[in-house]
């Protein structure tokens, strides 16, 4: 009788980035195309490019016993400045899906936003990101990525289901109006927590597919202004990579922004958000958060972004491909990777504190 094989061990993963690999193993081609591709492979290149221009200045000798990487943000105190960024159809990577992305960002003392077009209920994902938290008075749920549902009744319902779950901040995403399907889901992965949109109305010879049908349900400065007086919640813009445009989310009352150039989903050819970070926190001068996304994949990515002034950043594909090997474990496992990169950056830098961070901790190449 032959006896049974032993499962096949994991190599060493001691970076974010080991899981790459492994995760593409366990996912068909589509669903990886999916996950790591752009608007154009330079989208993607881009964004890695813009961080290996930066260099770091070691300060040996300085006293950083004690340090530590908390911030308070809207009112929550969290561990760590690496938040996990809204990512839809989390069921493709994994059976537990954005629940277990929820839990192990609880379990870390960190956040998660949940996209509008998760494959879980609202209440699941809240119910698994409370499970670590049960006795802490203090704990607060998930923030909520709202994407602009065609019309404003739409959207008001859904962020009233979102509010309703307990949701703590609200980010409404404004970079992509128009979500093109690139992948064909399963049957059993859809956005169970949307209504169902009725067909648009025709269009006639004369009119443009792009300006009179697809853009016609996009979100405009007035609508934002609108959503302001909808909810009491913080309000952030997210996809914002102009000056101009981040003083305007500041003059209609909103609580912040995200840089972000959407994984270079969107617009082929423009800026990635490490470029654009410098000017919008100049023109802001600590007005209100700025936070980051695109391109992190390492804790010293998160430290340059925060160098260049961001309050917090956003991870994306990282902990997907921890979620797509190990579940809730394996996305717990790739934030803790990522801060144990961004300390030992902050020590060799001689930062003993997120405050200490600063331009002075950068040369740019």
Same mark, same amino acid.
Request: with cysteine; glycine share 8%; aromatic share 6%.
């Given at each position: 009788?032959?006896?049974?094989?032993?499962?096949?061990?994991?190599?060493?993963?001691?970076?974010?980035?080991?899981?790459?690999?492994?995760?593409?193993?366990?996912?068909?081609?589509?669903?990886?195309?999916?996950?790591?591709?752009?608007?154009?492979?330079?989208?993607?290149?881009? =964004?890695?490019? $813009?961080?290996?221009?930066?260099?770091?200045?070691?300060?040996?000798?300085?006293?950083?016993?004690?340090?530590?990487?908390?911030?308070?943000?809207?009112?929550?105190?969290?561990?760590?400045?690496?938040?996990?960024?809204?990512?839809?159809?989390?069921?493709?990577?994994?059976?537990?899906?954005?629940?277990?992305?929820?839990?192990a960002?609880s $379990?870390?003392?960190?956040?998660?936003?949940?996209?509008?077009?998760?494959?879980?209920?609202?209440?699941?994902?809240?119910?698994?990101?409370?499970?670590?938290n049960?006795?802490?008075?203090?704990?607060?749920?998930?923030?909520?990525?709202?994407?602009?549902?065609?019309?404003?009744?739409?959207?008001?319902?859904?962020?009233q289901?979102?509010?309703?779950?307990?949701?703590?901040?609200?980010v409404?995403?404004?970079?992509?109006?128009?979500?093109? $399907?690139s992948?064909?889901?399963?049957?059993?992965?859809?956005?169970?927590?949307?209504?169902?949109?009725?067909?648009?109305?025709?269009?006639?010879?004369?009119?443009?597919?792009?300006?009179?049908?697809?853009? =016609?349900?996009?979100?405009?400065?007035?609508?934002?202004?609108w959503?302001?007086?909808?909810?009491?919640?913080?309000?952030?813009? =997210?996809?914002?990579?102009?000056?101009?445009?981040?003083?305007?989310?500041?003059?209609?009352?909103?609580?912040?922004?995200?840089?972000?150039?959407?994984?270079?989903?969107?617009?082929?050819?423009?800026?990635?958000?490490?470029?654009?970070?410098?000017?919008?926190?100049?023109?802001?001068?600590?007005?209100?958060?700025?936070?980051?996304?695109?391109?992190?994949?390492?804790?010293?990515?998160?430290?340059?972004?925060?160098?260049?002034? $961001?309050?917090?950043?956003?991870?994306?594909?990282?902990?997907?491909?921890?979620?797509?090997?190990?579940?809730?474990?394996?996305?717990?496992?790739?934030?803790?990777?990522?801060?144990?990169?961004?300390?030992?950056?902050?020590?060799?830098?001689?930062?003993a504190?997120?405050?200490?961070?600063?331009h002075?901790?950068?040369?740019?190449?």
């Open positions: 009788m032959t006896a049974p094989s032993s499962p096949t061990p994991l190599p060493p993963i001691d970076r974010a980035r080991d899981y790459l690999p492994l995760a593409e193993a366990c996912l068909g081609p589509s669903i990886w195309h999916y996950l790591q591709t752009g608007s154009s492979d330079a989208s993607v290149t881009d =964004k890695q490019n $813009a961080f290996t221009t930066i260099r770091l200045i070691p300060r040996p000798l300085r006293n950083v016993q004690g340090g530590h990487t908390r911030l308070t943000l809207y009112g929550q105190e969290l561990a760590h400045p690496l938040l996990l960024a809204p990512v839809s159809y989390q069921r493709l990577f994994h059976a537990d899906g954005e629940c277990a992305s929820a839990m960002a $379990a870390q003392g960190g956040q998660m936003l949940v996209s509008s077009l998760a494959s879980q209920p609202f209440a699941a994902i809240a119910r698994a990101s409370s499970t670590e049960l006795d802490d008075p203090g704990f607060q749920l998930p923030w909520f990525q709202l994407y602009w549902q065609g019309e404003r009744e739409r959207t008001a319902r859904l962020l289901r979102a509010a309703a779950t307990g949701f703590s901040v609200v409404l995403t404004v970079d992509a109006p128009i979500k093109r $399907a992948l064909q889901l399963p049957d059993d992965v859809a956005a169970v927590n949307l209504e169902n949109h009725p067909p648009p109305a025709p269009l006639s010879q004369a009119q443009s597919m792009v300006f009179d049908g697809w853009m =016609k349900q996009a979100p405009t400065w007035d609508d934002v202004a959503l302001r007086q909808q909810t009491q919640l913080p309000l952030l813009l =997210k996809g914002i990579l102009h000056p101009d445009d981040a003083e305007h989310v500041l003059a209609l009352g909103c609580d912040g922004i995200v840089v972000s150039s959407h994984g270079g989903r969107v617009l082929d050819g423009a800026p990635t958000s490490l470029d654009v970070l410098p000017d919008i926190v100049q023109r802001i001068d600590g007005r209100m958060p700025i936070l980051f996304d695109s391109g992190i994949r390492s804790g010293r990515d998160a430290f340059i972004a925060l160098a260049l002034g $961001a309050t917090a950043v956003l991870v994306g594909r990282p902990y997907l491909w921890g979620l797509t090997v190990g579940g809730a474990l394996g996305v717990a496992h790739v934030i803790r990777l990522l801060r144990d990169e961004l300390e030992m950056t902050m020590a060799l830098t001689g930062c504190q997120l405050g200490d961070i600063g002075h901790c950068l040369i740019a190449r």
